[in-house]
Antibody, heavy 120, light 106 residues
Framework: QVQLQESGPGLVKPSETLSLTCTVA????????WSWLRQSPGGGLEWIGY???????NYNPSLKGRVTISLDPSRSQFSLGLTSLTAADTAVYYC??????????????WGLGTRVTVSS | DILMTQFPSSVSASVGDRVVITCRAS??????LAWYQQKPGTAPKLLIY???TLQSGVPSRFSGSGSGTHFTLTISSLQPEDFATYYC?????????FGGGTKVEI
C-alpha cells in the first residue's frame, strides 16, 4: 500500500518561498508521476503540477511560473517550491500519485495534507 | 482551462436514499472523468475513474456514468458513512481541474 506524507512549515510570510516535501513509502517512486495539489479554505481543489521519474514536469499556468517540483529518488521524496507567496496561497497542500496508466488520469494515493498559512 | 460544474452544490438525504450528483464539463472529456469522496479533515479518496470504473475497495452502491460533457455519480442506497463532499475531476486536458463539490448531508 503506497503511503505519502507531507512535511514543511505551517506558517510562512508574504513574499517568501514555501518549501514542502512529500515522502513516499510502500512503493517505488520510480516510473511514476507525482503531483502536488492544494485546497483553499473555501474548499476548491487546485492541481499545482506533476513530476515524472525522468524529471519531466508539468505545471498549472495559473501559478505563473512560481512553482518548481523536484524529485529525489534516493530518498523516495519529491518536493514543492512556491515563490512570492500571498494570502491567496493559504491552503491545505496535498501530495498525491498521479495515475495515468491505461487511461486513468486521476489521483489514486494522497497524503494526509499539510495546512499552510501565509501571514506576517 | 476546462470548467467543471457540479450540481447540486449540496443535497439533503436520508440513509437508504438514492442520490445522484451531476458534473458537466465545458469541453468534451471523452471518458476521462474521476470522482472523489472527501470527509472533513481528510484527503480526497478516489471512488471512480474513467467515468464508470470503480476503484478497488469502493462499495458497489457507488456507480458512475456518462461521457463527453455530462457525467453522473450515483449512490444507490446512502449509508451513514457516505455523508461527505464529492468532487469530479477531468483528466482530458492540462491543467487538470475539479468541480466545485457536492456536499451530501443529512
Amino acid at each position: 500500500q503506497v503511503q505519502l506524507q507531507e512535511s514543511g512549515p505551517g506558517l510562512v510570510k508574504p513574499s517568501e518561498t514555501l518549501s514542502l516535501t512529500c515522502t513516499v513509502a510502500g512503493g517505488s517512486i520510480r516510473s511514476r508521476y507525482w503531483s502536488w495539489l492544494r485546497q483553499s479554505p473555501g474548499g476548491g481543489l487546485e492541481w499545482i503540477g506533476y513530476i515524472y521519474d525522468s524529471g519531466t514536469t508539468n505545471y498549472n499556468p495559473s501559478l505563473k511560473g512560481r512553482v518548481t517540483i523536484s524529485l529525489d529518488p534516493s530518498r523516495s521524496q519529491f518536493s514543492l517550491g512556491l515563490t512570492s507567496l500571498t494570502a491567496a496561497d493559504t491552503a491545505v497542500y496535498y501530495c498525491a500519485r498521479y495515475w495515468r496508466e491505461g487511461g486513468t488520469y486521476c489521483f489514486d494515493y494522497w497524503g494526509l495534507g499539510t495546512r499552510v498559512t501565509v501571514s506576517s | 482551462d476546462i470548467l467543471m460544474t457540479q450540481f447540486p452544490s449540496s443535497v439533503s438525504a436520508s440513509v437508504g436514499d438514492r442520490v445522484v450528483i451531476t458534473c458537466r464539463a465545458s469541453r468534451d472529456l471523452s471518458r476521462w472523468l474521476a470522482w472523489y469522496q472527501q470527509k472533513p479533515g481528510t484527503a480526497p479518496k478516489l471512488l471512480i475513474y474513467a467515468a464508470s470504473t470503480l476503484q478497488s475497495g469502493v462499495p458497489s452502491r457507488f456507480s458512475g456514468s456518462g461521457s463527453g460533457t455530462h457525467f453522473t455519480l450515483t449512490i444507490s442506497s446512502l449509508q451513514p458513512e457516505d455523508f461527505a463532499t464529492y468532487y469530479c475531476q477531468q483528466g482530458q486536458t492540462f491543467p487538470l481541474t475539479f468541480g466545485g463539490g457536492t456536499k451530501v448531508e443529512i
